[in-house]
């Protein structure tokens, strides 16, 4: 049994990680570990970089062909899709976001880990409503947390 299966927080260790030059052009990480029928995100991929064995399988991110264009991370049921870009000792990362109160540009939040801890703070780059009510939040951090966050709290 993998130490998530116990704890629900996945680690590090469970993911496909990205090399540095790859985070530098922007590439989305999938942090989907449930082998269940799903598939929207190969589905809104404009330029085929996720891809499946089987309905049922784990996508997988070509990051040559990804673009970082984040649409698939509002199309995924399961929140577990995120678009990471360093740019110099910064990082923007663009995440799922259904709570209230949604955030405005500009807007500084607290930054929290997969265990919902705070890791810092970030500074709100772009929000897209959508239609569905997932929003995609675009946000600002320290480089060395671009691994590390992974949802934000609005605190005003």
Known sequence: MKEYEK???IGLE?????????????IAITECVQEIPCNPCVDACPVDAISMETINALPVVD???CTGCGRCVGVCP???IFVVKTEGDKALITLPYEFL?????EEEVAALDREGKEAGM?????VIKKK??????TIEVSK???MTVRNIKVVK
């Open 78 to 80: 399961g929140l577990a």
């Open 7 to 9: 704890t629900g927080i």
């Open 63 to 65: 990051y040559d062909r």
């Open 14 to 26: 469970d993911l496909q990680i990205p090399s540095e030059e790859h985070l530098k052009k922007g």
């Open 101 to 105: 109160h949604v955030p405005e540009k």
């Open 144 to 146: 060395n947390l671009a």
């Open 122 to 126: 970030a500074v709100v780059k772009r």
């Open 132 to 137: 569905d009510n997932t929003c995609v939040i």
